[in-house]
């Protein structure tokens, strides 16, 4: 169906050999990264990536927060590029294949055109996004949302990590404070390949997955204000406690996500009190939620059961509490057009796909308002992601990367 | 009653300008104070307090936990001292007055005695116990309880704080690593005064506290081990978020607090999760509890029933949970004697008293296990401590120190 290159297919030994050699860059305790963005790891892997892409004859450049974009000249380059792409930082324990795949993966679909002398009609580009697991600097999908338009880049560049440490500082001290503009220009499609982070693909053995959308996720973080007190003497009923307010809305969270189960589903990631020290009560906590659900107005409705969660605890802990930040996401479909793409893709290779709604964020999500997006999900050993014994198999990671390899050609060519 | 020196008192005005001369040293936001142990701000008042008590004429030695003796010569100086002292470290936004009002009321004490050219039997010294908040380095009341013997002197040195700087570190950098082995030395009585803490004194117009003894608590730190996933795809049925587990913890005691409301409670005052981020579920937390009430054996219930609630939340948040430490203090009576000598001062000052018990922790506690003790109580605003807004008020803090001057110097002269 495809065009020219229908016979093409990556050199699977050089993927893998690329994805070790990152696995070898800020290594964790049992096998996994710990490679926080914009740390000296986030650096040295950075390097590493921009060297490769250079050695491929790709041209680089970096914009104001980060991003870097390779890219693989086309016959006409003045078309917008083909671009794939996905993340190199992890989560402070995290593994080896979780946003890297998809940025590896580009780069050995363009080190295989190299190979074949191929010439696309549309230049293709790999991207790598800043920080999407926001493990450092909240919130996630950062840079790719600054790229869509979505954060201001001043407001990005002033985030502050738990430290203390500014983005703009940190991305200056690591060498990636780039001069290009971020966004305000097109892209033909982009294109992520990503492991699924769930068990599906591996438990009914198919190897690409089509996704057609998310889960509509909505996150917040709520502002818990009590008043330090001796933490003896205060009797239950003077005691404005903000630790207890802040329990209160994470066992109501769980509560609410168990109410919803199967499938809908709740987490609370983080919750920091002052002065959370031994002696006191504390005056101040923050935590970090959110609902997920496959129906959007299940979602909403997960939200108006918490809303008024809130109102209890509050009344319950004597404290106040407000909702200091909120963001959604994954309520939204990805283009039709690149999905049908990659089912032709998959088809043309014999590779059984299934369709599915992602459950986690992606930076595709973001570029989805700006550019045609489509996601592809590859298999993922158990389901284990966010940890360091995430693992995946060659042998069920090469169908994904020749089904992308496949939809860039036929998008460049087209 | 007392002997030589029946009329004489202290200079109220020397003391309440010597206890706001330490109110500038560490000043926190609001008027009250910052001034965490072993920290620069330490470092000063202890300078400040030496430069002082040499100045009274006091011979000055420091133990090996930093826990500094100003001793003023009796005439038999080879008889064990009358000891009066407190803590002169506060919380991280605490008070004028918690601990140090007995600090500063001892050194009051001696320049009284050195106004009247005054010879006592004994030797009389003030102490300033290291660490007594606990706000930095945990457990609270270390450095009197290693003078006890509660505590190994090389646990206390090796503590770490939450940024990893080690106690014993920390003191040889403030210079108060001392050379004197800590405890091992007989008191002939230790006398502490500190503000009450709570409202009693001041709502019944009663100038001066007995402490009897205090309320029964038991404190304990609990680990909550769980496993990292990533928050979205997770399902509700495999997650086994540590920071889920604390919360039904920190809301379980504070519900035990409510059942034995309004002589019992309870507190949660310090939360810690891992790696607590985003898009990460946490698999270790740690909570910090503690239950008080008067009667002893209604605080073993308040423990007996939140253990039982530990065993349901673990199963409910699908995590294990195990005690890791454990203390106790309050349930132990103060000298009979000392007492005694409090109530007679005041009689013959024509201060009345009450008699009360401690719903906090104090160093007397510990150093009634190696000494004649006695605490002494003083009104406090409102009740409100462990709070910037903390306060007091010379014409109602006087009564408490002349009775601490003639109970030391009646002791002193027996």
Redesign the interface.
């Known amino acids: 169906m495809v065009g020219l290159h229908d016979n093409v297919r990556i050199d699977s030994k050089r993927l893998w050999s690329t994805i070790l050699h990152s696995a070898e860059i800020g290594p964790g305790k049992s096998g996994g990264l710990r490679r926080l963005a914009l740390t000296d790891e986030d650096r040295v892997m950075r390097d590493q990536f921009v060297a490769w892409c250079e050695q491929a004859g790709c041209s680089v450049t970096v914009d104001r927060v980060g991003n870097i974009f390779a890219r693989r000249a086309g016959a006409d380059d003045s078309l917008p590029p083909v671009v794939m792409g996905s993340h190199l930082d992890t ?4 593994g080896r294949y979780d946003g890297i795949l998809g940025v590896l993966a580009g780069l050995e679909v363009i080190r295989t055109l190299n190979d074949q002398g191929a010439v696309t009609k549309r230049p293709i580009e790999v991207v790598s996004w800043t920080n999407e ?4 600097f ?3 999908m950062m840079a790719s949302g600054a790229f869509a338009g979505v954060y201001d880049v001043d407001w990005v560049l002033g985030i502050k990590d738990d430290d203390g440490k500014v983005f703009g500082d940190e991305l200056k001290r690591i060498g990636y404070a780039g001069d290009t503009l971020v966004g305000g220009r097109e892209f033909d499609a982009y294109f992520e390949l990503h492991i ?3 068990p599906d693909l591996e438990r009914t053995d198919v190897h690409v997955g089509v996704v057609t959308g998310g ?1 509509t ?1 909505r996150g917040m973080i709520i502002d818990v204000h009590g ?11 003077k ?1 404005r ?1 903000a ?2 307010g ?6 109501a969270a ?1 509560d609410i ?2 109410a919803y ?2 499938e ?10 002052w ?8 005056d101040y906590a923050q935590v ?1 939620v ?1 609902f ?1 659900h496959p129906e959007t107005a299940k979602t909403e409705q997960m939200v108006v059961d918490f809303k008024s969660a809130m109102t209890q605890a509050a009344e319950r ?1 004597n404290v106040e509490m407000e909702i200091a930040q909120t963001w959604g996401f994954g309520d939204l479909n990805f283009d039709d057009e690149c999905l049908d793409l990659i089912r032709r893709s998959s088809d043309h290779l014999g590779i059984p796909y299934r369709e599915m709604l ?4 992606h930076d595709a999500y973001h570029i989805s308002r700006v550019s045609p997006t489509a996601l592809i999900f590859s298999p993922c050993h158990d ?5 360091e014994a995430e693992h995946i198999e060659l042998d069920y990671t090469v169908p994904s990367v020749n089904v992308l390899l496949q939809s860039v050609l036929a998008r460049a060519d087209r």
């Open positions: 989560q402070v324990a995290g697991e926001g493990a450092r909240a919130p996630p699924e982070q769930g889960f996720t008043e330090t007190a001796h933490a003896g003497p205060t009797p239950m009923d005691r406690n630790t207890v802040a329990a209160m809305l994470i066992v769980n996500g168990w189960h199967p809908g589903r709740s987490s609370t990631v983080r919750i920091l009190c002065p959370n020290k031994p002696g006191i009560l504390s970090t959110d997920r802990a992602s459950l986690a964020g389901g284990i992601t966010h940890n």
